[in-house]
């Protein structure tokens, strides 16, 4: 094991003095004052000791965080200047300027990651200013996918004092075999916006780097700056690893919560049948005139396909707009997000309409408002968007939350509770993903090699593979060095070699092919939607594609384009001619369920209204709807299960309210309807929302003695999962991600990709041999857990379930569709009705419950 660098010493109590000094005169300069936090962060720094911050949007936390750094730096140089030494022209120049090379800077010393290759550049804006006012003779700039090669090239040779980076570009800088080097003067890691890292692959990749810096560093200080997080310990334990420290590692919390206005759009009617997307843009009047009531506001959606469908409604209401509007997301070519991000910091924009693509750290100061479409689905998301506004710790954040449905109201009011109660989420970190560990191992093998028992203990310093056994690791081994008892006569698959007991990649193309495969982000594969003769403009997925002959139109980026031709993995277009519109792509994502602090405050605020409490405007509005559903069956409390039972010319229908959460309602429907069948042939349709769950079937379900004898229990759950749901297709599916991450397929070099088809055959082929001839193989057994847990919640589903069994069951027999179950049917229907047919027969029905509400309970609103 080679001997680390030694760690330098820290500057004496009297420079380090006279240094802080120094940094305060800039606060001043700037008409800042310091919060007690940042000083509290840079004492600990001083002392040499690791950290979490955990602060507000908007209110300091990455000065906290930097200052401490930059005040080593000033306390290390000959006479500390008192007084802030730049205008702020020379900053501007310099930051314009390419960065200056010569002996006298600093190497690396300075590594600050963050979660979004669009955050780096804002990042590095906001670290310089301070950094150049104070005289400090060192570099910085960024390493992400979007930097220019000559940049990467010159990095290869000498990198900056300070770098901006991603999981992904530092896990690349691993792989090269001068990396010790290169890192041999590393001071310490800042891990911004770990919040979001931390219950993600990306967060364990995060994890075994640091690790091994640690390794060539152990004095190396690590600081996490997180927001809107309910697991600070845990959050810290992970970052810093399990093994106790010299140092006791501080937990730093920031300036109190500052005011979140919280509204909402109430709609001029209420339907007292709602269903999932019914009021979207009918709200769109009262959004643009929330537009234009502020200086910029960011109008957030929760996909990609809404953020499009929205731009295109708010321009066709103002088409003045033109040039002020623009829209951001993932999908988008970041020369685009370039210009929207820069245009909204010098608020030229009156309002960009974004996904969580603008969620993060970006600082927008112009930004006095946000506007929330739809349900946030979590507490801590529509506090981290709300702090996008009045990003200034003197200024209150302003959100206001678009109902798509009624009860999406009654969210708002929720969430706004749980806010001001302090009931955030908490985030929770992967155990042992062997797929990130494969990778990991062949980076290092890449990278210049290791020693077997070497690099066992050092990946075992971290939170995620704490308890990593030897067998596994010797798994692991057997697996990068010949594929596993499967795959051992294909040499594609071995990888790594052994070498006098050391493992080293010695294959160029495997070296080549590996560091284009480093990361953990996976998803359909995309294509480039380009111009014939102009700019590029996005991606859309290959399954969208796909639905595309040559003459269609599309949207993408706010412009109809009507393609052309595709070739070499782009999708040429043209402008579209006329009026037209264009199909609205779909992109894959995860569908975000409603978080358990949210649902819980969504159950407390039905509980008022059971109680005949409707505090605030959200609860005032959707109070008709709730007497309904008092008068016609039941507003559950807290402690009570509510089943509805109502038979029409479809069935019998079973609705059953949990308040899970849609993935786990998925899974406890496929599961009732398994318990149920198992007592009486039966056959189930169903439907899942966030609410609770419908099971529809052509004769009556055993339903009563079925809650006798246990239809909620735990007893034989997994074998009764594995009974009721399609597991084979369900692991397959969650197989292609990990075989993607462990290295088993490849995407193919620039301009000869593979399509999605080919990556799936591939993978599923990996996953028939794995269960035929390696049933043992670790992968397959990871694919199983990670279905249960991404796919179906299952820790959740078991404390459900659990609470389900404790629950007093009141049990409605109801004539008609009540308020709580109409989305749940039209959610059914939607699967095998078009649009335009769908609309009507909601419609009809709609008008006929209408009718009947208001003859039994109108006279009481």
């Given at each position: 094991?080679?001997?680390?660098?030694?760690?330098?010493?820290?500057p004496?109590?009297?420079?380090?003095?006279?240094?802080r000094?120094s940094?305060?005169?800039?606060?001043?300069?700037?008409?800042?004052?310091?919060?007690?936090?940042?000083?509290?962060?840079?004492?600990?720094?001083?002392?040499?000791?690791?950290?979490?911050i955990?602060a507000?949007t908007?209110?300091g936390?990455t000065?906290?965080?930097?200052?401490?750094p930059?005040?080593?730096g000033?306390a290390?140089?000959?006479?500390?200047?008192?007084e802030?030494a730049?205008?702020?022209e020379?900053v501007?120049?310099t930051?314009?300027?390419?960065?200056?090379?010569?002996?006298?800077?600093p190497p690396?010393?300075i590594?600050?990651i963050?979660?979004?290759?669009?955050?780096?550049?804002?990042?590095?804006?906001?670290?310089?200013?301070?950094?150049?006012?104070?005289g400090?003779p060192?570099?910085?700039?960024?390493?992400?996918?979007?930097t220019?090669?000559?940049?990467?090239?010159?990095?290869?040779t000498?990198l900056?004092?300070?770098?901006?980076?991603t999981?992904?570009?530092?896990s690349l800088m691993l792989?090269?075999?001068?990396?010790?080097?290169?890192?041999?003067?590393?001071?310490?890691?800042?891990?911004?916006?770990?919040?979001?890292?931390?219950?993600?692959k990306?967060g364990v990749?995060?994890?075994?780097?640091?690790?091994r810096?640690?390794r060539?560093?152990?004095?190396l200080?690590?600081w996490g700056?997180?927001?809107?997080?309910?697991n600070?310990e845990?959050?810290?334990?992970?970052?810093?690893?399990?093994?106790?420290r010299?140092?006791?590692?501080?937990r730093?919390?920031?300036?109190?919560?500052?005011?979140?206005?919280?509204?909402?759009v109430?709609?001029r009617?209420?339907?007292?049948f709602p269903?999932?997307?019914h009021?979207?843009?009918?709200?769109?009047?009262?959004?643009?005139?929330?537009?234009?009531?502020?200086?910029?506001?960011?109008?957030f959606?929760?996909?990609?396909?809404?953020?499009?469908?929205?731009?295109?409604?708010?321009?066709?209401?103002?088409?003045?707009w033109a040039?002020?509007?623009?829209?951001?997301?993932?999908?988008?070519?970041?020369?685009t997000r370039?210009?929207?991000?820069?245009?909204?910091?010098?608020?030229?924009l009156k309002?960009?309409?974004?996904?969580?693509?603008l969620?993060l750290?970006?600082d927008?100061?112009?930004?006095e408002?946000?506007?929330?479409?739809g349900?946030?689905?979590g507490v801590?998301?529509?506090?981290?968007?709300a702090?996008?506004?009045?990003?200034?710790?003197?200024?209150?954040?302003?959100v206001t939350c678009?109902p798509?449905?009624?009860l999406?109201?009654?969210?708002a009011?929720?969430?706004r509770?749980a806010?001001?109660?302090?009931?955030?989420e908490?985030?929770?970190?992967h155990?042992k993903?062997?797929?990130?560990?494969?990778?990991?191992?062949?980076?290092i093998?890449?990278?210049?090699?290791?020693?077997?028992?070497?690099l066992?203990?050092?990946?075992?310093?971290t939170?995620?593979f704490?308890?990593?056994?030897?067998?596994?690791?010797a798994?692991?081994?057997d697996?990068?060095?010949?594929?596993?008892?499967?795959?051992r006569?294909?040499?594609?698959?071995h990888?790594?070699?052994?070498q006098?007991?050391?493992?080293?990649v010695?294959?160029?193309?495997?070296?080549?092919?590996?560091?284009?495969?480093?990361?953990?982000?996976?998803?359909?594969?995309?294509?480039?939607v380009?111009?014939?003769n102009?700019?590029?403009?996005?991606?859309?997925?290959?399954?969208?594609?796909?639905k595309?002959?040559?003459g269609d139109?599309f949207?993408l980026?706010?412009?109809v384009?009507?393609?052309?031709?595709?070739?070499d993995?782009k999708?040429?277009?043209?402008?579209?001619?006329?009026?037209?519109?264009?199909?609205?792509p779909?992109?894959?994502g995860?569908r975000?369920?409603?978080?358990?602090?949210?649902?819980?405050?969504?159950?407390?605020?039905?509980d008022?209204?059971?109680?005949?409490?409707?505090?605030?405007?959200?609860m005032?509005?959707?109070?008709?709807l709730l007497?309904?559903?008092s008068?016609w069956?039941?507003?559950?409390?807290?402690?009570?299960?509510?089943?509805?039972?109502?038979?029409?010319?479809e069935?019998?229908h079973?609705f059953?309210?949990?308040f899970?959460?849609r993935?786990?309602?998925?899974?406890?429907?496929?599961?009732?309807?398994?318990?149920?069948?198992?007592?009486?042939p039966?056959?189930f349709?169903?439907?899942?929302?966030?609410?609770?769950?419908?099971?529809?079937?052509?004769t009556?379900?055993?339903l009563?003695?079925?809650?006798d004898?246990?239809l909620?229990?735990?007893n034989?759950?997994?074998?009764?999962?594995a009974?009721?749901?399609?597991?084979?297709?369900?692991?397959?599916?969650?197989?292609?991600e990990?075989?993607?991450?462990?290295?088993?397929?490849?995407s193919?070099?620039?301009?000869a990709?593979?399509?999605?088809?080919q990556?799936q055959?591939?993978?599923?082929?990996?996953?028939?041999?794995?269960s035929?001839?390696?049933?043992?193989?670790?992968?397959?057994?990871?694919?199983?857990?990670?279905?249960l847990?991404?796919?179906?919640?299952?820790?959740?589903l078991?404390?459900?379930?659990r609470?389900?069994e404790?629950?007093r069951?009141?049990?409605?027999?109801?004539?008609?569709?009540?308020?709580?179950?109409?989305?749940?049917m039209v959610d059914?229907?939607?699967e095998?009705?078009?649009?335009e047919?769908?609309?009507d027969?909601?419609?009809?029905?709609q008008?006929?419950?209408?009718?009947?509400?208001?003859?039994?309970?109108?006279?009481?609103?």
């Amino acid at each position: 094991m080679p001997l680390a660098t030694p760690a330098p010493s820290l500057p004496s109590a009297a420079r380090w003095a006279k240094a802080r000094s120094s940094a305060l005169a800039w606060f001043r300069a700037a008409d800042w004052t310091p919060f007690p936090f940042q000083k509290e962060t840079w004492t600990a720094y001083a002392e040499g000791r690791s950290g979490l911050i955990h602060a507000t949007t908007g209110t300091g936390k990455t000065y906290a965080a930097w200052f401490g750094p930059l005040i080593e730096g000033l306390a290390e140089q000959r006479g500390a200047r008192s007084e802030p030494a730049a205008t702020d022209e020379a900053v501007e120049a310099t930051g314009k300027r390419k960065a200056a090379r010569s002996k006298a800077e600093p190497p690396l010393r300075i590594l600050w990651i963050t979660p979004l290759r669009a955050l780096a550049a804002d990042t590095a804006t906001s670290l310089i200013r301070p950094m150049l006012d104070l005289g400090l003779p060192w570099t910085l700039e960024t390493r992400t996918g979007d930097t220019a090669s000559s940049v990467r090239n010159r990095q290869r040779t000498r990198l900056p004092t300070v770098l901006v980076t991603t999981p992904e570009s530092l896990s690349l800088m691993l792989t090269r075999p001068d990396a010790e080097h290169q890192f041999r003067d590393l001071r310490a890691v800042i891990v911004d916006e770990w919040h979001e890292l931390l219950s993600t692959k990306r967060g364990v990749q995060v994890e075994l780097a640091l690790a091994r810096l640690r390794r060539w560093r152990p004095e190396l200080r690590t600081w996490g700056v997180s927001a809107t997080l309910g697991n600070l310990e845990q959050a810290q334990e992970v970052l810093l690893g399990p093994e106790p420290r010299r140092l006791t590692p501080a937990r730093i919390q920031g300036r109190q919560r500052k005011r979140i206005v919280i509204d909402s759009v109430i709609p001029r009617s209420i339907e007292r049948f709602p269903w999932a997307g019914h009021l979207g843009l009918r709200l769109l009047p009262e959004v643009v005139a929330a537009i234009d009531e502020a200086r910029s506001t960011l109008v957030f959606t929760n996909t990609r396909s809404q953020t499009e469908i929205w731009y295109q409604a708010i321009l066709r209401a103002r088409p003045d707009w033109a040039g002020q509007l623009a829209l951001h997301h993932g999908s988008l070519d970041h020369g685009t997000r370039g210009w929207v991000e820069d245009g909204l910091r010098r608020g030229e924009l009156k309002g960009v309409v974004c996904t969580s693509s603008l969620d993060l750290g970006v600082d927008f100061s112009p930004v006095e408002r946000v506007i929330q479409v739809g349900s946030p689905k979590g507490v801590a998301r529509l506090l981290q968007r709300a702090g996008r506004s009045g990003h200034d710790p003197s200024r209150d954040s302003r959100v206001t939350c678009v109902p798509t449905n009624a009860l999406e109201l009654i969210e708002a009011a929720a969430v706004r509770e749980a806010i001001h109660g302090g009931h955030i989420e908490s985030r929770m970190a992967h155990q042992k993903p062997l797929d990130v560990l494969i990778q990991h191992a062949v980076t290092i093998a890449v990278g210049g090699g290791f020693e077997r028992n070497d690099l066992f203990e050092e990946v075992r310093r971290t939170h995620s593979f704490r308890d990593l056994t030897e067998g596994e690791w010797a798994w692991v081994l057997d697996f990068i060095t010949r594929g596993g008892p499967a795959l051992r006569a294909y040499p594609d698959y071995h990888k790594v070699r052994q070498q006098e007991g050391r493992y080293l990649v010695d294959s160029p193309r495997i070296a080549r092919q590996h560091r284009m495969s480093i990361g953990t982000i996976t998803s359909d594969a995309s294509l480039t939607v380009q111009f014939l003769n102009g700019p590029k403009l996005g991606t859309v997925e290959e399954s969208f594609l796909a639905k595309l002959t040559p003459g269609d139109k599309f949207t993408l980026a706010g412009r109809v384009v009507e393609l052309v031709f595709v070739r070499d993995m782009k999708v040429w277009v043209r402008k579209a001619t006329g009026t037209a519109t264009g199909r609205i792509p779909r992109w894959m994502g995860g569908r975000m369920p409603l978080s358990t602090e949210l649902a819980q405050a969504f159950r407390q605020k039905l509980d008022e209204a059971a109680r005949g409490e409707f505090l605030g405007p959200e609860m005032q509005a959707v109070r008709p709807l709730l007497q309904v559903q008092s008068a016609w069956s039941h507003i559950p409390r807290p402690d009570e299960l509510l089943i509805e039972e109502t038979k029409s010319r479809e069935g019998y229908h079973v609705f059953i309210y949990p308040f899970a959460g849609r993935l786990v309602h998925e899974g406890l429907a496929a599961l009732c309807a398994y318990r149920l069948s198992r007592r009486t042939p039966i056959t189930f349709s169903m439907s899942a929302n966030d609410y609770g769950f419908e099971l529809v079937s052509p004769t009556p379900a055993p339903l009563r003695g079925a809650l006798d004898e246990g239809l909620f229990t735990t007893n034989r759950l997994a074998d009764d999962i594995a009974h009721c749901l399609n597991s084979v297709e369900m692991g397959k599916r969650q197989f292609r991600e990990i075989a993607r991450i462990a290295g088993l397929v490849f995407s193919g070099f620039p301009g000869a990709q593979k399509s999605a088809r080919q990556l799936q055959a591939s993978t599923g082929l990996l996953y028939d041999v794995f269960s035929n001839y390696d049933p043992a193989n670790l992968l397959l057994d990871q694919a199983r857990r990670e279905v249960l847990e991404r796919q179906l919640e299952h820790a959740r589903l078991v404390e459900t379930l659990r609470a389900l069994e404790r629950a007093r069951v009141v049990h409605r027999n109801c004539e008609r569709f009540t308020p709580l179950a109409f989305p749940l049917m039209v959610d059914r229907l939607r699967e095998r009705l078009t649009s335009e047919k769908l609309s009507d027969r909601i419609q009809r029905m709609q008008q006929v419950l209408e009718r009947a509400a208001e003859a039994s309970v109108g006279s009481h609103r």
